[in-house]
């Protein structure tokens, strides 16, 4: 009867390079030739092994230096996480900042180092990314040919399995086969970057459990390391205002972490800036101004000359506009007897808001501006109420209510597309301002009481009637 040794027998027979019986996994008696085939295959556990250790001793020299793919801000051989508000341009960006490390060009005055890089995204079909690199391809001044074999593009809106890691039933986290389509492309068209958009469609697990968000970012780096590249995860921010929803070791286990914003969305509704609240191998809390500009994104540095003119006299007259408005609504709060008029006197608008905190600053002229154009784009109307304690009509200045307007899908973007609309109001505003002053309005101002009507000179008008 053969007798199976123990396994410190068994390993000192192998040393010896003799061969030995010992148990499989079924409990099958064996004879063992190789050590390895024996802890693959042998019952309970298999031998311990050390960890792989580094040989310091193999440090020679100053250390290699750290190394990044788009300024100090995209590091190699880890995980960056973008995140922002929807609708904020982070795929626009993403795709951006793809192709500029593609061709080596410098993005948003930041220096990239040229890699081949691959942007795989589950929120736009083919058609919209081509478009988008149309747009990209002018704003950087380089072709489609410059992009061949540089940089990939993957869409797999509407494919059923996006998923790069699911959740087993007992907890572990497994690879799937989109995931080896990745670990091939990468290594088939040398990519030294890639990117998923994202992370929702990426880990098919409990995104608040910090093991499988670790675990699944840790397979994102080791990617990452294997390409001597880098990794990046789009994600989206949680209802509760969070940078990014689930748990935080999404935070904790990115080296680099982004924040895409909006500017002030009243004054200049393109503004973008983008934050790095987390840099593990760099400074963190620096900031990047861009804004939205023919389907890309620039510096106010790089626009044209013309357009930043514009651009500036746009966010100039928003800001006014805005501060008048939230003058009007504080006074309005205020109650009866807190009321402004349109016409100079003693409750004259622009004259009571100068000096209140709402106006920033601004100066009656600049609050007279806004006020004329107010009245002319119908966001604010006259009213007429009979104040009893006084014994008269008093006319005083409100916001116009909201009307349905006729949708327009297809409208082009203008300078400032979310600038105040023309009121569907039909009747005109009630209220002029010179005709020698830019934006002016086309009737004659409203009257104090008691005073001749500017707009018909006494002759009778809807106005004076009213």
């Not at 670990?183 to 890639?194: A, F, K, L, M």
Request: glycine residues 10%; negative net charge; aromatic residues 8%.
């Amino acid at each position: 009867m053969t007798v199976a040794l123990s396994e410190e027998e068994s390993l000192e027979r192998l040393a010896n390079e003799e061969p030995f019986w010992g148990h499989d996994r079924d409990g099958n008696l064996l004879q063992w030739h190789s050590l390895e085939d024996y802890e693959q295959n042998h019952e309970g556990k298999e031998t311990a092994r050390s960890l792989p250790l580094i040989d310091m001793a193999a440090w020679q020299g100053d250390p290699p230096p750290r190394r990044s793919l788009w300024g100090t801000w995209l590091p190699l051989h880890q995980t960056t996480m973008l995140t922002g508000p929807g609708g904020v341009g982070k795929s626009l960006f993403e795709q951006m900042l793809f192709t500029a490390i593609a061709v080596g060009k410098p993005l948003l005055g930041m220096e990239t180092e040229q890699r081949n890089t691959l942007y795989v995204t589950c929120e736009d079909d083919a058609d919209e990314l081509w478009r988008r690199q149309y747009d990209i391809n002018k704003a950087l001044g380089i072709t489609k040919a410059d992009l061949i074999g540089k940089l990939f593009l993957c869409s797999l809106t509407g494919e059923p399995d996006t998923a790069l890691a699911v959740e087993t039933d007992g907890g572990r986290l497994e690879t799937t086969d989109r995931w080896r389509e990745i670990e091939y492309t990468c290594r088939e068209r040398d990519i030294g970057v890639y990117a998923f958009d994202n992370a929702t469609d990426a880990l098919a697990a409990d995104h608040n459990a910090i093991h499988p968000v670790a675990a699944f970012v840790n397979q994102l780096t080791g990617l990452a390391i294997k390409r001597d590249g880098a990794a990046m995860i789009l994600h989206h921010p949680n209802k509760a205002g969070d940078d990014w929803l689930g748990s935080v070791a999404w935070h904790n286990k990115v080296r680099s972490r982004w924040i895409i914003e909006h500017g002030d969305e009243d004054v200049d509704p393109d503004a973008r800036a983008i934050r790095n609240p987390k840099a593990n191998y760099g400074p963190t809390g620096g900031k990047i101004g861009f804004r939205w500009y023919k389907g890309a994104f620039l510096r106010d540095d790089d626009l044209p000359a013309d357009y930043a003119k514009e651009l500036a006299d746009s966010i100039r007259v928003q800001g006014e506009n805005n501060a008048f408005l939230e003058c009007l609504r504080a006074r309005a709060e205020q109650g009866e007897g807190r009321e402004v008029g349109p016409s100079p006197g003693p409750n004259y608008a622009p004259s009571q808001f100068e000096g209140m905190a709402q106006a920033k600053g601004m100066k009656r002229g600049a609050l007279k501006r806004a006020m004329d154009r107010l009245f002319t784009t119908g966001k604010i109307e006259t009213h007429t109420y009979r104040n009893r304690a006084k014994g008269r009509d008093v006319t005083v200045i409100r916001e116009a209510p909201e009307l349905p307007r006729t949708p327009t899908p297809n409208a082009s973007r203008t300078l400032s597309p979310n600038s105040p609309e023309q009121s569907a109001r039909t009747t005109p505003p009630t209220h002029s301002i010179s005709k020698d002053i830019t934006g002016a309005a086309t009737q004659a101002a409203a009257p104090d009481e008691g005073a001749e009507c500017n707009a018909c000179g006494g002759v009778g008008c809807d106005w004076c009637a009213s």
